[in-house]
């Protein structure tokens, strides 16, 4: 019995690191940012209609004269359980504030941020979504004239990594540059030929335990400098240390994978556990104190980008989304059941 036990406990410890949930504890501060945030939904397509929270510079303010850039942002699962958590999971609002809007194309930026349908059982790693997720940006883009259609950005981490590199592939001509953090998966040779001439910024950490940094991100890595037609293009940071993602602020799930937190502080987070940061670019020349949105905000869209490449097909496609999906899933609402059951979450 005790070894049955042993072998369920590493079985829900290897399983649970398919998903991370609740980010750290963040800047109370950013609270008052999310009050200039909206939510809307897209278009149906696909049985799916994307809703997300977004912010307007215009809306607050901003010359509706001029064009500003347009992010998009997608989060780890469980940050799409309900209506708007996924603007209230993470810190990623903290772009909404002066000091960092400033450094945007004009002097300002729209920020979406979708929330992947998880009560369907999707999340933002699944291929299927992502024509939705398109429809529901293009249809943003229609209600928003004022946004630069040369200066869209793609970033997104773990699950919201993979479904960075999902959209980046599928709709390469879209895109300006595109950040990944922390993928479920990595990004193919196929993909990376598609991305060949186009500016993508890896992120991980050595001790991830949800994330194999040889296998994931060293492969991901290699496969775009392999293929990547400009290194200065390409970036990749890596930790020595990260903080852990916790489920609601009490147990503790995944060590070393909350890459993103400093992201949302434009890489000076200012937190001691983000230990032995390290940007190099193709050439693995190392970049000093690099800023994500001066690096985002650097590129407009290449209208002459070669991307042609190779989508990855069927099997890989039902092993990563489907048979990794199926104990994603019945783990995370075995551990929703149990976390509203004592108190910690009120969601049923």
Known sequence: MKRLL?????????????????????????????TLWSRDKGPEVGGE????????????????????PLVIIMAGALEGLVEGFELTAN??????????????????????????????????????VAPAFKAAIDDFIV??????????????????????????????????ASMVMCPSRGITEGEA???KDKPVWLMGCKKDTYVDYNRVMLKSWNNLKKYAKNTDKIRFTSYDEAPKVT??????????????????????????????????????????????????NSYTLDKNADTKGELPGAFYRFFHENVKNFSRVILIKLILR?????????LY
């Open 193 to 195: 030929q598609i991305l």
């Open 49 to 68: 209609d994307i809703d997300y929270s977004y912010y307007s510079p215009v809306a607050n303010g901003a010359d509706d004269s001029k064009k500003y």
């Open 91 to 128: 810190a990623l609002a903290s772009w909404t504030a002066d000091e960092y809007q400033s450094k945007f194309n004009n002097g300002a930026a729209f920020l979406l941020i979708g929330r992947a349908p998880e009560e369907h059982d999707y999340y933002w790693d699944a291929s299927a």
């Open 143 to 176: 209600k928003n004239p004022c946004v630069d259609t040369d200066r869209i950005y793609c970033i997104g981490w773990c699950l919201g990594g993979t479904g960075s590199i999902n959209l980046s592939t599928m709709y390469p001509d879209f895109f300006a």
């Open 6 to 34: 042993s072998i369920l406990l590493a079985l829900v410890i290897a399983v649970s690191a398919a998903f991370p949930a609740f980010s750290m504890s963040i800047d109370e501060g950013v609270d008052n940012l999310r």
């Open 247 to 296: 489920l609601a602020d009490t147990f503790d799930f995944i060590k070393n994978h909350d890459v993103w937190s400093n992201v949302a502080y434009d890489m000076k987070s200012g937190i001691d556990i983000y230990k032995g940061e390290k940007t190099v670019d193709g050439k693995e020349t190392e970049l000093a104190s690099p800023s994500v949105i001066e690096w985002l």
């Open 338 to 346: 149990f976390l509203d059951t004592f108190g910690y979450i009120d």
